[in-house]
């Protein structure tokens, strides 16, 4: 139980970053802190009593193994949050060339 | 429309770019001569001996998570950021100039769409050989726990790790080019 | 088990990548080649349309049979509400492409415009395709972020702030579906779309169901710019460059967000009346409040932009109408016309929204500037820019003989059958205020006097760009004849029995 208390800690973490940081690189790590306890929740929830992690050995077959799903699923987002990270940092590095400043209350061009 | 051809060192030594219009002969505009940044020069001799020790070692340890992906955890994209760190390390202590940094970004860019084009054209030889079902796994499955087994997935982790290790590879070139070519 | 139904989503992710390969050496491959494959696409989606008619189709990947009849593999469903978006998705994808052989002049980067258009299709089609929850979230970020790099395409400060934030509140709305995606799977250990329902059906815990109803309805509607999760869709669809944001606001928001909630909260979940009424209410919201923003602009493209909100707005209340009817389970027969309705407005917003923003690309094309305060008298030098305008002005406002008047007809008709007279009159006030925003559209730009002091070299746009505005013109003015009952019968009928119906969805596909 305290396992999802702490995933739910860092969602807390990660969304105090982003609307409260004024910093883009801050905003960007702080997105990719939740999305990092959004992994941690699919880890855990494939978790059976007495399970052993899912490799097949061919010496000693029969064993309980934990769910091996949740764990592809998490395979999965972890690239995808990297792609999605990558592409917040190439905008990044692109609008401190346009703007001068890393400051967000600076980049206020679009209104209305 | 002007397009850019290419970037190329003449003979005295200065860079200089190549431009063309349609239906008219090529210009050749040679770029301001660059006093060498701080960024991008190579480290001292020390950092570039101790990586040309480790980062083989590192690469090697790359492709044996990618080969042993059905037997081991790892698989396709664990070893591919592996690799995709190596050849970062090289580059950072060796250093590189601009022409050298956009021949080794095109030259990335081929393998990575090569790579992605042949984990398609093995998901789809799935119709063409054995049943005709998409994704199918059709090579003979050998014996659980041998290298050479569970069919078609050792081909299809070599693959996306092939390609994950240029696509890291290329955002990192593709920032540092963006850094240097505005310095200019 | 047909083979064409995985190539839908193949072909396009292929085609990208090879044209980053060959696009290298040979200087105009690929525009033609992105013709020639997105020709393909769209002939081998209106072959499904034909031939689909009532029979969900399924096709297993891999071949993964099932075991004791649970499902094991990911399943790709195509069913008669999944043909008709595959079909708007490939024919306005090939009139973009097509508009865009002249406009991507102005771009250096013509090989990167195309590899990310057909990962934005490829995605989008994958989203409509699927039968498994998972299989959504990995092709809604395979188009997502696409989307993000060509909103930002042309490297200006006004496109990298609009990308930016697009980004930060749709990597929100992805860390949202995500988290719901795993209490799915905490509850009813298993992914696939039709096995949820089987599964859901006995469980007794209400509060886990309406929180994870009510993650998935925030995730998507923040894809689907529905009213409280609308604030990047004026900045991100106004920068970008003109056929992406035909593209956008024409067809993802419909496949990744409008499509999505109405297959999970038909098909999935059991219809609950608290949500049905929320729906309902952010619907209306959407409806109200975007056409009231969209009064005051003067920016061509953030005033379409406002009013794709309400359309949409249009959309979600008629589908929330139907939804509270089923939900209490009386007077079936209106349920069905409030979601025909809905879904014709649908296909409807598509070829209009889709046009106007073609013409606002056709506007900038020319004169250079966006402001409505700077132009006039176009309507003599651009005759076929001003036609297919007037012609997609009259349509979102619902004039006869137009198609926007006989989808919001359905609408407001179905609305007063239900006796939600206070949604019916909403909805007519809307369409009249829209009606006065595109009235003050046509005028400033078409036909107000020119000042004299411009110079006068203003003329149509190259061909490419005026061939896919008059064809989506008449695309406009041919789909008013849905309105016909045979021709109903043949397309949207299929849909509408799939989503009333509340067993018929699993059934089928758990028997294959």
Not at chain 3, 95 to 111: D, E, K, M, Q, V
Request: contains cysteine; proline residues 3%; positive net charge.
């Amino acid at each position: 139980m305290t396992a999802y208390i702490m995933c739910f800690i860092l969602f807390l973490v990660g969304l105090y970053g982003v609307i409260t940081r004024r910093n883009l690189v801050k905003i960007a790590v702080s997105l990719s802190i939740m999305e990092i306890s959004t992994f941690l929740f699919f880890a855990l929830i494939g978790y059976i009593d007495g399970g052993v992690a899912p490799i097949v050995d061919p010496a000693d077959p029969v064993k309980i193994y934990v769910d091996p799903l949740p764990q592809a699923l998490v395979l999965t987002a972890i690239v995808i949050g990297l792609a999605t990270t990558a592409m917040l940092m190439a905008v990044i590095i692109r609008l401190y060339r346009k703007y001068g400043t890393f400051d967000i209350r600076e980049i206020k061009k679009l209104r209305g | 429309m002007r397009r850019l051809l290419r970037f190329a060192r003449n003979d005295k030594g200065n860079n200089e770019a190549l431009i063309k219009k349609r239906n008219q002969p090529t210009l050749k505009f040679r770029l301001a001569k660059r006093e060498t940044t701080n960024d991008m020069k190579g480290m001292t001799i020390i950092v570039k001996k101790t990586t040309q020790l480790i980062a083989g070692m590192i690469f090697i340890y790359g492709v044996y998570v990618i080969v042993h992906g059905h037997l081991t955890p790892g698989g396709g994209f664990a070893g591919g950021v592996v690799i995709a760190g190596s050849l970062i390390l090289i580059t950072l202590a060796n250093g590189g100039d601009f022409l050298k940094l956009i021949k080794e970004e095109s030259g990335t860019t081929i393998v990575e769409s090569l790579a992605t084009i042949l984990v398609i054209t093995i998901a789809v030889s799935g119709f063409l050989f054995g049943t005709k079902i998409f994704f199918n796994n059709f090579l003979p499955k050998g014996i659980v726990g041998h290298l050479i087994s569970a069919g078609v997935l050792p081909l299809y982790n070599i693959f996306v790790g092939t390609e994950v290790a240029a696509s890291i590879f290329i955002i990192f070139l593709s920032l540092v080019i963006f850094k240097e070519e505005s310095k200019e | 088990m047909n083979p064409l139904i995985p190539l839908l989503v193949v072909i396009p992710l292929a085609a990208a990548f090879l044209i980053m390969i060959v696009g290298r050496f040979i200087e105009e491959f690929n525009k033609y080649f992105a013709l020639l494959v997105l020709l393909l696409l769209t002939f081998i989606s209106f072959y499904f349309l034909c031939t689909t008619g009532g029979k969900i189709t399924v096709y297993k990947v891999g071949g993964w049979e099932p075991i004791n009849s649970i499902p094991i593999g990911i399943y790709m469903v195509l069913d008669g509400f999944s043909v008709i978006l595959v079909c708007i998705i490939n024919l306005i994808g090939l009139l973009s492409a097509f508009y865009s052989i002249s406009y991507i002049r102005r771009y250096t980067a013509g090989n990167y415009f195309y590899a990310l258009f057909f990962l934005l299709i490829g995605g989008m089609n994958g989203v409509v395709l699927s039968g498994d929850l998972f299989n959504i979230f990995v092709f809604l970020e395979i188009s997502v972020i696409s989307s993000y790099a060509l909103v930002a395409f042309g490297v200006e400060s006004n496109e990298l702030e609009a990308s930016f934030k697009y980004q930060v509140l749709g990597g929100i709305a992805s860390f949202l579906i995500l988290f719901g995606i795993g209490f799915i799977y905490w509850k009813a250990k298993t992914l696939n779309i039709a096995d949820i329902k089987s599964a859901f059906g006995s469980s007794s815990d209400k509060t886990t169901y309406l929180f994870i109803q009510i993650l998935i309805l925030s995730g998507f509607g923040l894809k689907a710019a529905i009213i409280p999760f609308h604030a990047w869709l004026p900045d991100a669809h106004s920068s970008a460059p003109s056929p992406i944001s035909a593209m956008l606001s024409g067809v993802f928001i419909k496949a990744v967000g409008i499509y999505v909630i109405v297959r999970l909260f038909f098909n999935m979940f059991i219809i609950s009346e608290p949500m049905a009424i929320l729906i309902t209410i952010l619907g209306t919201l959407s409806m109200v409040i975007g056409v009231f923003l969209a009064i005051g602009q003067w920016d061509i493209k953030r005033l379409l932009a406002y009013h794709s909100i309400s359309q949409m707005g249009y959309v979600v209340m008629s589908v929330g109408i139907g939804m509270i009817l089923l939900s209490r389970g009386v007077k079936a027969d209106i349920a069905s016309l409030a979601i025909c309705g809905g879904l014709f407005h649908l296909i409807n917003h598509a070829a209009f929204k889709g046009l106007l923003f073609l013409n606002a690309g056709a506007i900038e094309y020319t004169l250079g500037t966006r402001n409505l305060k700077g132009m006039g008298g176009l309507a003599k030098s651009m005759p076929f820019t001003s036609a297919t305008s007037f012609i997609a002005s009259m349509s979102i406002s619902g004039i006869p003989p137009f198609n926007g008047f006989f989808s919001k007809l359905i609408i407001i008709i179905a609305a007063v059958m239900a006796k939600f007279y206070l949604l019916a009159i909403l909805a007519v006030i809307v369409s009249i205020i829209t009606l006065a925003s595109f009235l003050k559209f046509q005028r400033y730009a078409f036909y107000n006097k020119a000042d004299d002091t411009k110079d006068q070299n203003i003329k149509e746009v190259p061909f490419p760009m005026v061939f896919s505005m008059v064809i989506l013109s008449v695309i406009c003015v041919l789909l008013s004849l849905l309105v016909f009952p045979e021709i109903r019968h043949a397309i949207l009928t299929p849909a509408i029995d799939i989503l009333t119906d509340p067993a018929k969805y699993s059934r089928s596909i758990l028997v294959q």
